[in-house]
């Protein structure tokens, strides 16, 4: 009845099972955490509730139980690059986006919804964000954000995709309307903007132009030392792991002809 997927099949298996991965493989520096507990206060934000009435705060608990302390320096925000994002963090090796804490990890690529009146989640569909967006996906990532946010520190890093339709700093969006409200000015020392275009995309937006320089404008006018490079190297050489014949890709210059 839904226009989004349903939830996906096996979820608490999998987020179980992520759990558990987290905290012995992943990330053991968390400590100690009860992964059964999460995933009842994971369920519980959503179960037996109106699919289009759950709220950021539904999922406290879950948050509060999960909660683990994000090294300063590592922080990673982005938008509009997902896959290059996990892959340029190392599940938390190099940096640790949302989805390598414990708390987005649990809910990075997955789907899930109640129903009311009802303990069975829904595997037919779903509601988008366009039907309501107090949904359960949607809420899920606002309180996430709201939380990575907080407890980021030193220096931030902010991942954008110069070729993205519309800009690299899209407004509404998480960044702009979740995080950027809820960093704590007094623990970090700068924020470091990164704008990568697609290899072989349009170069739409960069450094100082369109919606980044907005985006430089309102960090600074709240007070925050901002640095902006376009096409910074480390992440697009691991965009031309996907692309090794491309121009952009080169490592070293051809030799000019001989005089
Ligand atoms: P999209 O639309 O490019 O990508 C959405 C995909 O990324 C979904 O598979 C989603 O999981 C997963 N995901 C991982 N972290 C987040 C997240 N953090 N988030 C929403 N989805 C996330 O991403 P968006 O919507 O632009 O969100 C980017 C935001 O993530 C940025 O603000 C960045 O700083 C933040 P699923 O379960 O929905 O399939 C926050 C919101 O970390």
Known sequence: KWKGEGTTQNLES??????????????????????????????????????????????????????????????????????????????????????????GFFGDFLNWCGQANSIELDY?????????????????????SITYAQHSSGVIHVLLNGSAVGGAYPEPGFFADYEIPNLQKDKISQIAIWVVDDIEGPDIDSCGTHTVEKLENRLKTLGYDVICTDNYKPVQLLQCVHNPDHTDCRVCTSPTAAP
Not at 44 to 70: M, Q, R, V
Not at 81 to 102: E, I, K, P, W
Not at 124 to 144: D, G, I, K, L
């Open 124 to 144: 037919e569909s779903c509601p988008t964000t366009e039907e309501c967006e107090n949904n359960a996906v949607e809420s899920f990532w606002r309180m996430a």
């Open 14 to 103: 999998i987020v179980i099972g992520r759990c558990y991965d987290y905290i012995r493989i992943v990330n053991p520096a968390v400590g100690e955490k009860n992964c059964s507990e999460i995933w009842e206060a994971f369920k519980n934000a959503f179960i037996n509730k109106d699919p289009c009435n759950i709220l950021p705060k539904d999922y406290e608990l879950f948050i509060n139980l999960s909660l683990h302390t994000i090294p300063p320096n590592k922080s990673l925000f982005w938008e509009n690059n997902h896959l290059l994002v996990n892959s340029f963090a190392g599940r938390g090796q190099r940096y640790m986006s949302l989805a390598d804490t414990l708390f």
